[in-house]
Each structure stands twice: as C-alpha cells, then as structure tokens.
C-alpha cells in the first residue's frame, strides 16, 4: 500500500499568514493526489484533484502542485473559514489511501 | 443540487451484520462510479470499496481490511448505493460515508460529493 505522511501536523497561523502543507508518498504516484478539507462534525470536502487542479467552487487562494512523492498544498491568504484539517489521498491505485491529517488551527 | 443520504447505522454486537444504504439524487446515479469512506471518531478518512458504473461491469476493489466481509451493490433503477457489512468487528466503529466520483479515469476518480455520514458502532 501507499503511505502517504503530511507534515505539519499542526500548525498554529493568522488570517492572512500564507500556508504551506506537504505530502509525501512512499512510491511514485505520477500526479494522482487529492487534498480535502475537513470542518469538525462535517464530511470532507474535496479542493483539489490530480495534484493541480481546482474543483469547481473553490476559491483560488487554495492552489496545489507537485509530482511523484512530493506534493504541497497552499493556502495563499489565510481565511477565517479556512480552519480545519487537511488530508491528502492518493487516486493512483488500490487501495486509495489518505494522509494522517494537518489541522490548521488560530494563533 | 447532488444529495446522498446515508441511512442504516447504529449500535450492533461483534459479529453481527448491518446494511448501510445511500440514496443519491440531483444527478445520473447510474453514470457514476461510487466509494465507501469511513473514518473511526478521531481519525482521519479510510477507503472503504468502489463499485464501477454498468459500463465498467459493476466491478468492485475493496480495502483489504474489509474484503470477505462486506459487499458494495448498486440499483440505479432506485438511485442507490448499498453496503453490506457482515462479522463486524469492534475496530469497524466509524462514521460511513457515501461519495460519488467526479469521473471514470485515473485522473479524476475522486470523491466530488459526500454524505453526511451514518455512525456504526460495534459494541457489545
């Protein structure tokens, strides 16, 4: 199976602070990484698919990139709706798996 | 507007068996290729199982951790996604979630909508 490992974990920032997540995988997995957001009692919520690209609705201050093992996802202006959890997943085989989570949280 | 509603879950002994079931509508169900998500309170999310469109045959892939144990099956006729889940065991406590995929391919199979979730608990 593919692991993937998120780091941070958690990380403590402001609104307007720039934000950067990574994601590692443990093999190759071309450009197949989702990253979803997740708000406490609420399901996650896919922001971008394919390492890159944005799902429609979701506002232009996500952004991702990265190929192969490494992947980050960046949050360009922090917002206050903006904090909760992140996890990456893997699309490129079974089975599909996802990262331990990087809780973004109020400083 | 896309809705799946997730019913079926709640307080069921070690070995015992219960059947989730998702109706999905605001969309062709039946050109869609469906998962099962779950995630344990605490945890982060774990793929659960696929169940390919007709075009692809209804072929299923499971996670391995629940393969032999439960089944994913559709009926587009009804616009709904099944999961039936036998010899549960304690560590198969989570909330199960419902989501369609956005496309077929590599590139964009992957979970656009979810459910809100149905909480299974095994306990005795």
């Known amino acids: 199976d593919i692991q993937l490992t998120q780091s941070p974990s958690f990380l403590s920032a402001s609104v307007g602070d720039r934000v950067t997540i990574t994601c590692r995988a443990s093999?190759?997995?071309?450009?197949?990484l989702a990253w979803f957001q997740q708000k406490p009692g609420k399901a996650p919520r896919l922001l971008i698919y394919?390492?890159?690209a944005l799902q429609s609705g979701v506002p232009s201050r996500f952004s991702g990139s990265g190929s192969g093992t490494e992947f980050t996802l960046t949050i360009s202006s922090l917002q206050p709706e903006d904090f909760a959890t992140y996890y990456c997943?893997?699309?490129?085989?079974?089975?599909?798996?996802f990262g331990g989570g990087a809780k973004v949280e109020i400083k | 507007e896309v809705q799946l509603v997730e019913s079926g879950g709640g307080l069921v002994q070690p070995g015992g068996s219960l059947r989730l079931s998702c109706a999905a509508s605001?969309?062709?169900?039946?050109?869609?290729?469906m998962d099962w998500v779950r995630q344990a309170p605490g945890k982060g999310p774990e793929w659960v199982g696929r169940?390919?469109?007709?075009?692809?045959?209804?072929?299923?892939e499971y996670a391995a951790s629940v393969k032999g144990r439960f089944t994913i099956s559709r009926d587009d006729s009804e616009n709904s996604l099944y999961l039936q889940m036998n010899t549960l065991k304690t560590e198969d406590t989570a909330f199960y979630y419902c989501?369609?995929?956005?496309?077929?391919?590599?590139?964009?199979?992957?979970?656009?909508?979810w459910g809100q979730g149905t909480l299974v608990t095994v306990s005795s």
């Open positions: 989501t369609r995929l956005a496309g077929t391919g590599w590139s964009n199979a992957v979970a656009d909508y």
């Open positions: 605001g969309f062709t169900f039946s050109d869609h290729y």
């Open positions: 169940i390919r469109n007709k075009a692809s045959s209804y072929t299923l």
């Open positions: 093999r190759g997995i071309s450009n197949y």
């Open positions: 394919s390492a890159s």
């Open positions: 997943q893997q699309h490129n085989s079974y089975p599909l798996t």
